[in-house]
């Protein structure tokens, strides 16, 4: 992700903040320009100190504090362009559940920046009946579901358990499953690249590259996971998978992947955007370090950006262990993980070169 500062006095900022700490201006996402804007109050609207002045008003969820993101004052919508593919949102009347929401909402809204910046075909239910994405963050205890709500996608319709932002629980969750990573921005990427292969893949007519890549999706899904979960990974995943979780079905085995890419390009922007430079390879000596000297969302060759990821991932963990934390990416990309990589970020290429803003 980008680097933010206070227009009004040049205070560091991060994505979800609401005002400065530093000047006490109110702070709004511009999603088309990608900035985090400080803001004036001009009546009901507020004047964008980083868009020359215009005019905008806050998203409607900015009431329950889950929402910092803008509309331009002459919308007629009421909601930011994250939180229009809300379905069903908790029920607010329970306590614990607004800070519950909210935490999905910061885990949704950095979806959504990658998703905005890598421009992927974004519909919601209103624009698109049919396969518009949208989302239910459901609590267990939901009238209308009965019961233990899972994480999943149906048909564009993504459900997050509300129980995943409790921390607690899904530290539980993740011992249980044996999940070295389990994180609720990890869900909401491999969730939507559920969503997108049925948009980019399935109806973008690369199912025949798909299959030589990641394996025929026509198996039976439920079979293969409960053989997954009864049996486990096969032995030698780690030479053909991102997870263990990827060995289970083609499916999974994209949306892992998916995720990964999404994981990559962000924190490669993020690094690049404090000047953070590592060695070029781990391992090997070398007497000039590096920087990434490229914006990692608009990369068109897989070895230039994992030739980038590699020493920072080795970085990050080793500052993780130096604070006796467990590593940041446990992760090995072995070269056919590498290629479905480089599939996925095909996929991403030519959607920026359908629209090129």
Partial sequence: MKAFRCQGCGQSLYFENTACESCGRRLGYLARRQILSALDPAGEEWLALGARGRAYRF????????????ISASSKETLCA?????????????PGNVELWRRLEIAKHRLFYSLLKLRFPLKNRAEDPQHGLAFDFLGDDTASHGQRVMTGHDNGLITLALREADDAEREKIRSEMGEPYRALLGHFRHESGHYFWDRLVHDGGRLDEFRAMFGDERQDYAAALQAHYANGPPADW???????????????????????????????????????????????????????????????????????WLPLAFAVNSLNRSMGHTDLYPFVLTPHVIDKLGFVLGLAGAQQAENVS
Wanted: some cysteine; glycine content about 6%; charged content about 20%.
């Fill in 59 to 70: 998203c409607g969820n900015a009431e329950y504090g889950v929402c910092n993101w803008m």
């Fill in 82 to 94: 994250a939180c229009r593919h809300n379905n069903f949102i908790p029920d607010l009347n329970v």
């Fill in 238 to 308: 780690q030479q053909n998978f991102a997870s263990a979780y990827a060995s289970a079905h083609p499916w999974e085995d994209f949306a892992e992947t998916w995720a990964h890419y999404l994981h990559i390009v962000d924190t490669l922007e993020t690094a690049r955007a404090f000047g953070v430079k590592t060695l070029p390879s781990p391992g090997r000596r070398f007497s000039l370090t590096r920087g990434i000297d490229f914006d990692p969302y608009e990369a068109r060759d897989i070895g230039h950006l994992i030739a980038a």
